[in-house]
């Protein structure tokens, strides 16, 4: 668009005022012409002067004095006007102030003094030297310029049906290619808050185009998998609410109806359910708090030893009660072993790897192994359990928020279960290495690795 309008303005100059450019170039090149041999008259020269003036001008020279003192070169229409018309010629140029452009120059009698030139411009210039007049005239051709503006104008009508016919050609290439996949991807992407958004066929020969596809792809696949594990934790946390909820009402309508149940251990149901309860909303309130950005790590020293002890000692019971057998590999050295946490969520960490050994073990010969293993100053503090362990392709995926490997919900016997991705923000917050080596039904290993501080 912008060419063509430009190819228009030059094509109506060019055609419109290329005459009057013409004329007014070869006026100014008459006068100026006059100007410099009026200068150059008094000078020794003179004559060799005018003589390459007018040739490298391209213009006809004549100067008539009352001496005849100046030679007039070459050949020159000039040289056939007569005295009559000189005299006429001078007249005029005084009455002008000394110099005028004559347009169709024409004979004192009025006939045109050249008749085979169509055209001519003639300048006269008078001046004195040494007391005497002198006439400069300078004269040019005026070549007629209609055939070459016809010329132009038909150059100027094929160059911009070529102009037009390309830059249509162009634009629709650069449609095609560049704002077709941004307007479709633009389109798409209002889908994108709805997980719609399809982008796998929009074809970018733009790097920067199929970039921001490929990411908003990416998203779209990200809010898809956060709807369906909000959807999957929802249903799940309702559902591990409901069931502590109904054994406490249960238990504790029996106990106020039937005077025989009123004892220890239906009491201790209703206590280990809503400690149950408790521990989930924990994770829950944890997890809102992580998502906010509001977890603040208090952090102290404390020996190894007395770390994974202390957890050991949490467990030990239960597990003896369940019959899992479960043992504690940490030399007693470890004692010696500081390490600088926050004591209260690391036992968290660990609890979570505990709990995840007990409920993903459908073994009879249950066993947990709870260590520390030094490699050269790296503790790595593990929980391995003889369970049925990951597959390979759900090992990088388990960190995830809301990530199940057996998506039928099955309560957890112990905590809430929601938890690796917790221990994930936990552990980053820490910025420990942390990690999980298993093999399919026969064993897995949780592990972060941490530096002692002293
Ligand atoms: P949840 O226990 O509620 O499913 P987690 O984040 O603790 O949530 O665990 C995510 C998934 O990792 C579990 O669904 C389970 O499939 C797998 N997983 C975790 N720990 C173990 C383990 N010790 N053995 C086998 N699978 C496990």
Avoid at 125 to 152: G, Q, R
Avoid at 185 to 191: A, T, V
Avoid at 314 to 339: G, I, M, P, R, W
Avoid at 341 to 362: E, H, P, T
């Amino acid at each position: 668009m912008f060419i063509v309008l430009i190819l228009g303005i030059i094509y109506f100059f060019q055609t419109n005022f290329l005459d009057d450019f013409y004329r007014k170039s070869k006026e100014n090149t008459l006068e100026q012409v006059a100007d410099n041999i009026a200068n150059s008259l008094s000078k020794e020269d003179a004559n060799s002067y005018f003589e390459s003036v007018g040739l490298s001008n391209e213009v006809c020279v004549r100067i008539v004095s009352n001496n005849n003192k100046y030679n007039n070169p070459g050949a020159c229409i000039l040289r056939s006007v007569d005295s009559n018309t000189i005299n006429s010629i001078y007249r005029d140029v005084e009455n002008n102030n000394g110099s005028k452009m004559f347009y169709n120059f024409v004979s004192y009698d009025g006939f045109p003094i050249a008749r085979e030139v169509k055209d001519m411009l003639v300048y006269g210039k008078s001046i004195n030297i040494n007391d005497s007049p002198v006439l400069i005239l300078v004269s040019s051709i005026i070549t007629p310029l209609n055939a070459t503006i016809s010329t132009i104008k038909s150059q100027y009508f094929i160059i911009a049906l070529i102009v037009v016919v390309a830059t249509i050609i162009l634009a629709l290439i650069i449609s095609r290619l560049m704002i077709r996949p941004i307007k479709k991807i633009n389109d798409e992407s209002k889908n994108l808050s709805k997980g719609k958004y399809i982008g796998e066929d929009i074809k970018c020969i733009n790097k920067e185009y199929d970039e921001l596809n490929r990411t908003l792809i990416e998203a779209n696949e990200d809010i898809l998998k956060a709807d369906k594990a909000k959807k999957e934790l929802l249903a799940n946390v309702s559902h591990d609410l409901r069931t502590p909820l109904t054994m406490i009402e249960g238990y504790g309508e029996m106990i106020r109806d039937i005077e025989e149940e009123n004892n220890e251990e239906n009491i201790n149901v209703i206590i280990d359910e809503a400690k149950r309860l408790s521990y989930l909303v924990d994770d829950l309130i944890d997890i809102s708090r992580i998502e906010n950005s509001k977890l603040v790590l208090h952090k102290s020293k404390i020996s190894l030893y007395e770390l994974v002890s202390d957890v050991y000692r949490q467990y030990e019971k239960y597990c003896e009660s369940q019959n899992v057998f479960f043992k504690l590999d940490a030399q007693t050295s470890l004692q010696n072993v500081y390490v600088e946490v926050d004591v209260n969520r690391i036992k968290q960490v660990l609890y979570n790897f505990i709990n995840n050994a007990l409920n993903y073990n459908d073994k009879d010969n249950q066993e947990i192994v709870l260590g520390v293993e030094d490699n050269d100053g790296l503790y790595r503090v593990f929980v391995k359990d003889n369970g049925r362990g990951i597959k390979q392709e759900d090992v990088d995926n388990i960190w995830d928020r809301y990530y199940k490997v057996d998506k039928t919900h099955v309560r957890n016997h112990i905590g809430s279960g929601i938890g690796l991705s917790l221990c994930k923000e936990l552990l980053e917050a820490h910025e420990l290495n942390y990690g999980v080596e298993s093999v399919l039904d026969e064993y897995s290993t949780f592990y972060f690795e941490i530096k002692a501080c002293n």
